[in-house]
Every structure is written in structure tokens, then in C-alpha cells.
């Protein structure tokens, strides 16, 4: 099967490779992820966005609702978990000592990555950035969202934008020449990934198996600070 650049991952996915509840272990959501671990011990997470994530009994082979949030965030973590071990890491990177921003013109960031935008700060390079959920000072309007998707010529790009249905059409937005990048723990480290349109890299994180330590932080209602200790990041 061939991926067409306007079905949303989770959906082209779920074709592929379906819902297999028999081999999930563990699942947890706190305030700010959902975790998920396989009995292989692989390991998936997916940033919740403020949901208030009901634990379902995951029984049936017509899980997931793709159109219920809850689903959508066990399923993004379960794909995060399936396949981002599939690939032999050697090199672990941060996005910023990745990717020489210095030679785009406007970049813009859709997701409030605090650290990246220090490093844009420290480094003089102006960012943009939108995120629906932040209140920071650095946040443009959304209102604005589309124009500076539309004149960018680099877009950093939430790995939420996959569980929330945005993924699509922020790439729609974007011109042919733009380089995307994906960023987040919740990145489904897939090649395939790699064939939607303008999409470069993949930043995400891979854990340890069996590494209880990641789901357990997850429970607590602790985010990607505290847990990202215990992994390491990855470049696809």
C-alpha cells in the first residue's frame, strides 16, 4: 500500500498494521501523557494535550475509534511503541545541533519547544512560534498561524499534530520548497513518516525496554522534563 500525502497517519496506519490489544502490557495517562508499554517491553508516549484521558478496557478488534480522542492518544502511543525500534539509531542528536537554522529566512515552530526556543534566542536566529496551549510571551497569535506557514521557508512541527489531526494540514499549508521537521517524543520514528510531503527528519525518543521508570513519571502527571532522562534522542 502507498501513503497519499492527505490521509492523517493514524488512519493510514491503522490499515497497515491495526489494533492488537493482546500484546499491549501496561497503559497510564497522567496530566500531561499518556504512556504505553508493549510485552516486548518497547516503550510509546503521547502528549495529551489537556485531555483528560479515560483508560479504557482495550478488548476488540475494532479498537481503535480514530475519531474518539481518547483513542487516538493510546493509539498514537501504541504506533510509537510498534515502530520507532524498528530503526538502528547510531547517532543521538538534539534538532538544534541537527540542523543549521542559520540558513533559512523564516523559520516557524508550531509547538512552544522551550529549550529549542532558548537556543534561537542564545544564537540571535528569530523564530516564530504558535502553540494553542502556551502562554508564553514568545507565542504569536493562531489567528496568524497560516500566513507564516505560508511564507516560511523552515517549519518545526509538533509530533502532537499527528494525535490531534492537524498534521495534514499544516503540511498543506506549507510551500514545496520548505523543509519540515518533526519534533517531539510522541514522533512516530517511521520512514514512511518521511514520505508526506516536505517532511526531512524525525526528532523523537527511544527508551530503554521494560524501562517501568518511564510510565511511572507518565502516572504522576509529570511531562517530558522528567521523563526524558530515562531516554535518549533520535534522529530519523
Known sequence: MNLDNREEPLRYYFTKYGFDNSIVN?????????????????IGVCATLRNLVDIVRLEDELFPDLNNPDHRLIYTAYLNAL??????????????????????????????????VNK?????????????????????????????????????????SIFNGTFVEMLEKVGKNVDVFILGPTAILDREMK???????????????????????????????????????VYL
Open 26 to 42: 501496561r497503559v497510564v495517562a497522567g496530566d500531561k501523557y499518556l504512556g504505553l508499554m508493549l510485552n516486548g517491553g518497547h
Open 83 to 116: 515502530l520507532n525500534y524498528e530503526s538502528d539509531y547510531s547517532d543521538e542528536k538534539d534538532i538544534f545541533d541537527f540542523v543549521n537554522f542559520g540558513k533559512y529566512k523564516k523559520v516557524v515552530m508550531i509547538g512552544d519547544f522551550k529549550p529549542i
Open 195 to 233: 514520505n508526506y510531503r516536505n517532511v526531512k527528519v524525525i526528532f523523537g525518543t527511544v527508551f530503554e525496554k521494560n524501562d517501568h521508570r518511564v510510565l511511572d513519571v507518565i502516572a504522576e502527571g509529570h511531562g517530558t522534563r522528567h521523563f526524558q532522562k530515562y531516554g535518549k534522542k
Open 120 to 160: 534561537f534566542q542564545e544564537s540571535g536566529l528569530e523564530v516564530s512560534v504558535f502553540d494553542l496551549y502556551s502562554n508564553s510571551e514568545v507565542v504569536k497569535p493562531i489567528e496568524h498561524r497560516e500566513k507564516y506557514l505560508m511564507e516560511a521557508d523552515c517549519v518545526i512541527l509538533t509530533a502532537t
